[in-house]
């Protein structure tokens, strides 16, 4: 891996440097955090243990005893000191984005991939019908399926669901939402809390 260097990276280079993915001390994934936040939680000793690689190298100034130069390691994956609240409480909050990666940007009904903006969120159940905006629910749709469909039932209109909506956990989640911008490490460390009927597994 790549490692930038405070001391040789122009400004314009930070941009490449990926998210940090933030641990709770006990090892569940809380969120991500930019290079920025992850410096200022090392400069505070909050970072108890990383994994990984790191993935910039922040240099300081030099010292007036001996001229060593103080040098800061930022890791692709931080744990941080503090109260341990397991993030996978409660249902992840639904979005677009998030669902979207979840089905792989393909059309839940004709099986054909699209682009984000080629895309929908539709219903299986639709909200007027009683169906309820959550995401055992819902499922990614093209927009001519989806007009299709309109708020009809499935045996209604004849489609057929390719795969069965479900809810992603936290780990999942977070994985959906910095989709293609995930090292290595943090992929593999993620998929360890992975639910079994997960689509990112595969």
Known sequence: MNMLSSEIATPGDYHRVPRILRLNVAGHPVDWVTWQEAVCLYARDIVVWTLGDPVLRIR?????????????????????????????????????????????????????????????????????RGGRDQWDNVVTACKRCNHFKGNRLLHECGLELMALPYTPNFAEYLALINSGRILGDQIDFLKRSFSANSRLLH
């Open 60 to 128: 300081g100034g030099h010292s007036r005893h001996n001229g060593s130069r103080s040098c800061m390691a930022i890791h692709s994956i931080i744990a941080c000191d503090g109260r341990v609240v397991p993030p996978t409480l409660g249902v992840p909050p639904l979005t677009n984005q998030a669902l979207f990666v979840r089905d792989g940007n393909v059309c839940l009904y004709c099986g054909q991939s699209f682009r984000d903006g080629d895309l929908t969120r539709d219903h299986v159940i639709p909200g007027s």
